[in-house]
């Protein structure tokens, strides 16, 4: 059907309406404004809401912290799980249950490493190893290779020529601009870039330090969204 159409009082002529025409009020939008976001946006719907939190728990943030969670320290099972599910790695749920299988008394980065040296498996480890699929053991050395590659580097960069690196590495700051709310979710992770840069001012470095510092930020009123 045609879209409606209204009076512009600027152009002084009626026109098709648009998007930025429609607005939802509400009451208090720190409750409700996130849902509205996230079902408007998987309908590839833009939407923009003035609210000063959530920034941390939009996925792309989420994501790019975990990696540098387990670049810091890999022996994570929560952050490391997510980044192997996340779209930098694509590690399906059964290719994440199969590692898990190794051991499932160990952390999932002790069952990677089990995977990768042999050496140090039980017999029934390393019976569960040579039952894995070689594509999916090929995938997990490709795993470690790179997380090892970026420890390395992240003792040399600054933070913010670190995280700008991973961006382009992993190519994911291109794949968030094709998910809904691409435009938006791009301006998410350079703003993670610039703490980083204003981070490197201050008299803490490293890593460690800095995935610190934006937890503090995180449990403050200082969310950034």
């Not at 920034?55 to 670049?71: G, P």
Request: glycine share 4%.
């Amino acid at each position: 059907c045609a879209l409606p159409i209204l009076f512009d009082k600027n152009l002084g002529e009626y026109r098709k309406l648009q998007y930025r025409d429609i607005v939802i009020l509400m009451r208090a939008t720190s409750q409700m404004a996130p849902v509205f976001i996230n079902e408007l946006s998987n309908d590839k719907i833009p939407v923009f809401a003035d609210t000063s939190t959530g920034y941390f728990q939009t996925t792309e943030i989420k994501t790019i912290m975990a990696l540098l969670q387990v670049i810091d320290n890999p022996d994570q099972d929560i952050p490391l799980i997510s980044i192997m599910r996340s779209p930098i790695f694509s590690f399906s749920g059964e290719d994440v249950m199969d590692i898990r299988l190794v051991n499932k008394e160990i952390t999932m980065y002790e069952c990677i490493k089990r995977i990768i040296n042999k050496d140090i498996c039980s017999e029934e480890e390393l019976n569960n190893v040579k039952d894995l699929d070689e594509k999916l053991v090929n995938m997990v050395k490709d795993f470690m290779d790179k997380i090892d590659k970026w420890r390395n580097r992240s003792i040399h960069l600054s933070i913010d020529q670190f995280i700008w690196s991973l961006y382009t590495e992993t190519g994911y700051y291109g794949y968030v601009k094709a998910m809904p709310g691409g435009v938006q979710r791009q301006a998410n992770l350079r703003l993670l870039f610039q703490r980083a840069n204003q981070y490197e001012k201050t008299s803490y470095k490293g890593l460690f330090n800095f995935i610190n510092f934006i937890n503090r930020l995180k449990n403050s009123s200082g969310d950034m969204g």
